[in-house]
């Protein structure tokens, strides 16, 4: 709800993706979604990904990134190491490697500050192929790069000529 459809419960975000904690709550039950305020601060604090945080007086909570809403997040420019990485399936490669990475239905295209993490987010959608970007070059040719909080690297889009082919890992 928070990074794709809140009007699925008729839920309203702010311009920078804040919902109201006690309206989230209230709008999933009255929509069938059992939810307390309990689980929300469960899933912010245990959450692998970090995906979601809570402002500084628990009121409202809010999804980091991925987006697939208009949402500023309040990230300022900041220069990338020399490569970051990206995590995707194997089927996707031939496209990926004639087009480039776009974001598709997201705000950003999401990188990995590692090669690791890379291999973990490929996994979740098939056989994992790793890419490297040269992202240092990118940024020294205009690009903008934002991080996030819990360290996933966003821009709008990665030309095919920063992508390097990492490699191949089966699951």
């Known amino acids: 709800m928070l990074r794709h459809d809140p009007g699925c419960v008729g839920l309203s975000l702010d311009s ?3 919902a109201d904690v006690d309206e989230l709550v209230r ?6 979604r059992a939810l307390t305020r309990e689980q ?18 628990g009121s409202r909570i809010r999804a980091r990134q991925g987006h697939s ?14 490569h970051l990485y990206h995590g995707t ?10 087009q480039g990475l776009r974001p598709g239905g997201r705000q950003y295209v999401h990188l990995s500050p590692d090669h690791e993490t890379a291999v973990r987010v490929g996994r979740r959608h098939g056989a994992p192929a790793v890419l490297r970007i040269h992202a240092k070059e990118m940024h020294v040719g205009g690009s903008i790069f934002l991080l996030s909080e819990n ?18 890992r089966e699951p």
């Open 27 to 32: 709008r999933a039950r009255e929509h069938g």
């Open 69 to 82: 809403i208009d949402v500023d997040l309040g990230l300022g420019p900041v220069e990338p190491p020399e």
């Open 40 to 57: 929300l601060v469960e899933v912010v604090g245990t959450n692998d990904k970090k995906r979601f945080s809570l402002s500084d007086d």
């Open 151 to 168: 360290g996933v690297w966003l821009t709008d889009s990665v030309p095919a000529e920063f992508i390097e082919f990492a490699d191949r």
């Open 89 to 98: 399936a194997t089927r996707f490669l031939g496209s990926i490697m004639a």
């Open 16 to 18: 920078e993706g804040w």
